[in-house]
Each structure stands twice: as C-alpha cells, then as structure tokens.
C-alpha cells in the first residue's frame, strides 16, 4: 500500500512487499516526490540548505533527502516501478554517505535517517488508505484471490494468515470457510474497512494495523499464509518457519514480464524465483500464466505458487 501520484492514471502500482512491508520502510513516497526534480537549474548543495533552513527539523530532513534523490543519475535511481522496491538499507545508506561527505556528524545522521523511516511509513499507510479506500479504482478486485480459493479447496480449515490483508478481501472469504484467521496491514482505514465488513456479516477476524517487520510470524503457527499482490519472496525464512508441518503458502503476484507493458512495483517476481527461494517447502503447483491480476485493470503476465511444509 504506497504512494506517488498513480491514483488517476491507469497503470497499477503496487507495493506490497518490500519496504514497510517487509524488511524496511519502503520511502516509496519520499521518491516519487523526488524524481519530480532534477532540472538543470536546481540548486547547489549550500543553496539547498539556505532555503530550508527555516522549516521545521522533519521537515528539512525531508527536503535535503529529496534533494539528493534528484540529482542522482537515472541510471542509479531507475524508473518509477523500481524506485518504488527500494528498501531502507540500501538507500538510505547511500544517503548516510552523502551526509556525512556534507558535514554532518553521526548523531545527527541517525536523526535524519529516524525521521525519513517515521514519515516513509506514514506514506505508505496513507497511499493504501488512498488506494484500497478512499479512491478506490473498479477494477480493483474485491472478490477472494482466485487462486487461493482453488488451492484451499478441500483442505480442512485451520489458522491462516493473511499478509497485508489491505480490506480483507482474502480474509474474510476464509472466516466464512471455517479459517481461523489473522490478517495486518500497515494501512489503519483499510483494516477498519475489513474489521467493519467483518462484523457486518458476523464473522470473527483478528486484523491488526502493523507492518512485516513489527509483525510476529512466530514458528510452526499457521496452517495456511497467503502473499495476494504482498510482494514476491522477500520473507521467505519467516514464512517457512511460521508454517506448521502440513501447512502451506498461497502465494499470487506479477510477473515481470508485466513490466512491458506496465508500471508496477513491488510485488514483482522473477522467472521461477519462487521455487527457488523456498526451498524448504514442496512444491504443490507453480505457474506464470497470462490472467487479469487483481490489481491490473486489464491482463498481464503473473505467477503463481502453492507449497506445503513437509510434515518430519
């Protein structure tokens, strides 16, 4: 769930997967805003720092990050999809070296770096909220995940996790097959929607606002973890832990192929990088067909992955 101003095109942007989402805070909106710049007539490094000199220490912290993103070469910085999939080490360790090539002492780059994750994860709940919520665009699919409710067919119920639930399409759809289900996400008015629509239809779902990386997978919990369009294999260890003996992974998101024509980010995968990353698992069904993505307006290539943790 995140953040550029995507909400009146047509292109799909999803960010589900790294960032806040997984191992760090995605800063996807601190980059889109970024990317705006980087005019010939942009001003030096000094004269950056005099015009913001009077805004408030959030705020400038903002501004001087910004400033830096713009001026990288496209080469560095790539295209809006990629931007989008850069995680807090990388990045922001960049930064901390351009920081500290300025003058700043060390204290003062941990600061920083605090308040850009602070407002990079404020970003990210507010662009879902926008997304899942507020505008919401028709094609969004607010059906269960097609795929999930194939591979879960037949199987008795047990306790799931839904991993950023968004508006608790998926979860909610479980609760009514007899799952025990838990879902989060780090958008608060998204997960107000699937509290509500839950109690609505007098179904009992623990949703909880939090990220991947505040979120507790635990070890041998779940007997069902669905990644619908929540990124690609990034959390892979936590996910082959959490899963009981006998328990599996539902796993939908794009393909990269999508990128042809598309202008996606986040939840992208490579060419059989499912099977490989989780390799603590057995394979119970993988594909990449072209399909109407739930998060597409119109088809694209996606992949597909169902495993099950070998029971010892």
Request: aromatic residues 10%; hydrophobic residues 40%; charged residues 25%.
């Amino acid at each position: 769930m995140t953040i550029r101003d995507l909400r009146t095109s047509s292109w799909p942007f999803v960010v589900r997967s790294v960032g806040i989402r997984v191992t760090g805070f995605i800063l996807a909106g601190l980059l889109f805003a970024a990317q705006s710049g980087n005019s010939q007539n942009a001003p030096s490094r000094i004269e950056k720092e005099q015009q913001i000199a009077s805004l408030p220490e959030e705020e400038r912290a903002f501004e001087r990050f910004r400033f830096w993103w713009a001026a990288l070469p496209e080469s560095e910085r790539g295209g809006r999809g990629e931007a989008a999939q850069l995680q807090q080490d990388p990045v922001l360790g960049k930064y901390a070296e351009w920081l500290k090539d300025g003058g700043f002492a060390p204290t003062d780059i941990e600061k920083q770096l605090a308040l850009l994750r602070k407002r990079g994860g404020a970003g990210d709940a507010e662009f879902w909220n926008q997304y899942l919520v507020k505008n919401r665009q028709q094609w969004l699919n607010s059906a269960p995940n097609g795929f999930l409710v194939e591979m879960v067919k037949g199987r008795k119920p047990g306790r799931a996790l839904d991993v950023a639930m968004g508006e608790g399409r998926n979860a909610i759809w479980l609760a009514q097959q007899g799952w025990d289900v838990t879902g989060f996400d780090p958008a608060d008015q998204a997960v107000a929607a699937a509290r509500a629509k839950a109690h609505q239809l007098g179904l009992a779902i623990r949703a909880e606002i939090t990220t991947m990386e505040q979120f507790n997978f635990g070890e041998n919990q779940w007997d069902l973890i669905v990644l619908s369009y929540a990124g690609c294999s990034q959390i892979a260890q936590q996910v082959e832990k959490a899963l009981k003996p006998g328990g599996i992974l539902v796993e939908e998101a794009f393909h990269t192929d999508a990128l042809k024509t598309m202008r996606i980010g986040g939840s992208l995968c490579k060419p059989g990088e499912l099977p490989n990353a989780f390799q603590g698992l057995r394979v119970l069904r993988y594909e990449e067909p072209v399909a109407k993505p739930d998060f597409a307006p119109r088809p694209a290539r996606v992949v597909r992955f169902a495993a099950e943790k070998p029971v010892e």
